[in-house]
């Protein structure tokens, strides 16, 4: 069973970059797939970014392609996102997520495990 712990969410100004981490722990071939989602206030949650463990092919939403960078530090078990030229509409809780898929799902449903989320928020 994998535990997933977020940290590095906080209050920023639009254009400013954080950078988020998940520490797992339990890590078992039911965590192949690493994903970060997001869910603002009266939203559904959305899809932002997975990346496979082994061979580190990623996958992004179209709306932070180019300002989002997913990785992963397998001797750490962490997994990251830099989030760079942040915007307002990036504020939202956000979830670390693992899978036991061997393909990237952009389906929350094809996640078993999840974080506690972490709140980012950017001012205008």
């Known amino acids: 069973q994998a535990q997933l712990v977020e940290s590095g969410g906080g209050l920023v100004q639009a254009g400013g970059s954080l950078r988020l981490s998940c520490l797992v722990s339990g890590r078992t071939s039911s965590n192949s797939i690493m994903g970060w989602f997001r869910q603002a206030p009266g939203k559904e949650r959305e899809f932002v970014a997975a990346?496979?463990?082994?061979?580190?092919?990623?996958s992004y939403a179209d709306s932070v392609k180019g300002r989002f960078t997913i990785s992963r530090d397998n001797a750490k078990n962490t997994l990251y996102l830099q989030m760079t030229s942040l915007k307002p509409e990036d504020s939202a809780v956000y979830y670390c997520a693992s899978s036991p898929r061997f393909t990237i799902a952009t389906s929350a449903r094809s996640y078993d495990y999840w974080g506690q989320g972490t709140q980012v928020t950017v001012s205008s």
């Open positions: 990346i496979r463990w082994i061979g580190g092919s990623t």
